[in-house]
């Protein structure tokens, strides 16, 4: 399907346009800011109570994951077009029109990578927050990378975090927590821009503490949905030997030492209401692995961040392939994976 072709279909399939969503978004802000209440409470209410609330499921996972991966296919600046749609569909999914958020745009241009026309790419980060009441300065970021690799449609790498976030999102649209939560999709994390300063996550976390906002966690999904009770199927990287099991059936979250209490916190939660085992810890950033997602942006600037992951490049045979399709994930699994981590975020939330 083209990009010409697909844009009409995703218009007609997810019923919210770019025009749409920003004709919304500044009516709303008109409303709000005209007719908003004194109460600030009261106004995280009413702001909630616009937002279209449903549970997780594995079929809406599935969905998600199979727009991302085979009606939109591999997403990167080599196929600048297929990023375009992918940020797209997440807008709308995100946006006024479906779940109710606003949701903002954060551009940048890419010093290294050039259009036909010789001008910078500019691709974007897509932010979603649901407002907090008597915590609110306080911010939780959900995070997750929509690229892939060329060549890959990434289905768990990272289609799989970006369906979490938004079954996340949709989970607690039009509840009231304590804190803010901060929904981000990140682009630009896999190479060439891994650990760059073009990297999407790198791009916010550097604006966060520019804003000097406060960030008391932040959680990346990467890598969610493939789970195996076959012996011997988990690698073990160096440095770990005793801490991961040999059977690739666990969820890991890594943490360093200054999230420590994040993680901690995150699976013994995770435990709590999830079937599925967890392993996690504080482990050094030398160890292949640890700092493999957008946490590590964080870190770079003093933010708690956790990594959560079924550790895909340690026992996922289709990582960064063109195999790396839907049919490959456990969806039965990933839904009590992503069940687990919303509690995770509500007790984050709720303190």
Partial sequence: ??????????LVAFPAGLLAIGVT????SHLQ????????N????????SLNQEPVSRETLERHIRILCETIGERHVGKMNQLEQAAFWIESSLGPTNLGYVVKREEYELASSFAENGKPHRVRNLVAELPGMALRDEIIIVGAHYDTVPGSPGA?????????????????????????????????EEPPYFQTKEMGSWVHARGCAEREEKIVAMIA????GYFTDEPNSQEVPPGLEGVFPKEGNFLAFVANENSRFLGDQAKRVFEGVSGIPAVGGVFPESIPGVGWSDHWSFWQ?????????????????????????????????????????EEVIRSWANP
């Fill in 1 to 10: 399907m083209t990009g010409r072709k697909l844009i009409p279909f995703l």
């Fill in 25 to 28: 978004s500044m009516v709303n």
């Fill in 33 to 40: 800011k005209a007719k908003g209440p004194q109460d600030p």
């Fill in 42 to 49: 009261e106004q995280v209410r009413l702001e909630a109570a």
């Fill in 156 to 188: 768990n790498d990272n289609g799989s975090g970006v369906a979490a976030l938004i079954s996340i999102a949709q989970a607690l649209a039009g509840e009231q927590q304590q804190r803010t939560i901060r929904f981000v999709a990140f682009a630009n």
């Fill in 221 to 224: 999904f990467d890598g969610l």
């Fill in 301 to 341: 600037e003093g933010f708690p961040a956790i990594m959560v992951t079924d550790t895909i490049p340690f026992r996922y045979e289709h990582y960064h392939k063109p195999t790396d399709t839907v049919d490959q994930l456990d969806m039965e699994q990933l839904e009590f994976v992503v069940k687990g981590l």
